[in-house]
T-cell receptor, first 117, second 111 residues
Framework: DAGVTQSPTHLIKTRGQQVTLRCSPK?????VSWYQQALGQGPQFIFQ???????QRGNFPDRFSGHQFPNYSSELNVNALLLGDSALYLC????????????????FGPGTRLTVT | SQQGEEDPQALSIQEGENATMNCSYK?????LQWYRQNSGRGLVHLIL?????REKHSGRLRVTLDTSKKSSSLLITASRAADTASYFC???????????FGKGTMLLVSP
């Protein structure tokens, strides 16, 4: 049973560039959430996707966008990178339970460490 | 923004001792969860306690929840060196699986 996978593991970009991070959810899960974790801080929610649409969004600018594919995998795109975007980006998957909402336990991937210079 | 604070920020103990971490939060919740993170990598789910529960056990873990004080505690009994990690509490609102995390407690267990 494959867990959540993320790629790449590490990434170094220059200010102003654009980056795309990828995530494959745990087998059987249909919902993907993205979190940003700055050094020494707890993760902060960026957005959540299910049924190929952004369903919830945290307090992040429009430079952060995403996509979910029919196979439930997801991408996180960040445009016009700033030094402050340097962080560990975590993907988490969960299962939508229809009208009952979502399963609350989330499974996290190992993360992508983004460094902006 | 962070939902709350973990206390202490860092904790250093010897193997075999118990470790207690506390978490406070600000808004009403549906459930509270604890996660472990090793060396800045992915988070591992430890335990979930619902807002109508007061205490829950899982192996060497014991979690309490006091919704009147908006606080929770995580007790790890008989700590091992392998328990060395950062521990985060995270809250969830009704109907949604998105999590609001605290800043975490760094636990160091020395052999």
């Amino acid at each position: 049973d494959a867990g959540v996978t993320q790629s790449p593991t590490h990434l170094i970009k220059t200010r102003g560039q654009q980056v795309t991070l990828r995530c494959s959810p745990k087998s059987g899960h249909d919902t993907v959430s993205w979190y940003q974790q700055a050094l020494g801080q707890g993760p902060q929610f960026i957005f959540q996707y299910y049924e190929e649409e952004e369903r919830q969004r945290g307090n992040f600018p429009d430079r952060f966008s995403g996509h979910q594919f029919p196979n439930y995998s997801s991408e996180l795109n960040v445009n016009a990178l700033l030094l402050g975007d340097s962080a560990l980006y975590l993907c988490a998957s969960s299962l939508r339970l229809g009208l009952a909402g979502h399963s609350y336990e989330q499974y996290f991937g190992p993360g992508t460490r983004l460094t902006v210079t | 923004s962070q939902q709350g604070e973990e206390d202490p920020q860092a904790l250093s103990i010897q193997e075999g001792e118990n470790a207690t971490m506390n978490c406070s939060y600000k808004t009403s919740i549906n459930n509270l969860q604890w996660y472990r993170q090793n060396s800045g990598r992915g988070l591992v789910h430890l335990i979930l306690i619902r807002s109508n529960e007061r205490e829950k056990h899982s192996g060497r873990l014991r979690v309490t929840l006091d919704t009147s004080k908006k606080s929770s505690s995580l007790l790890i009994t008989a700590s091992r060196a392998a328990d060395t990690a950062s521990y985060f509490c995270a809250t969830s609102n009704s109907g949604y699986s998105t999590l609001t995390f605290g800043k975490g407690t760094m636990l160091l267990v020395s052999p």
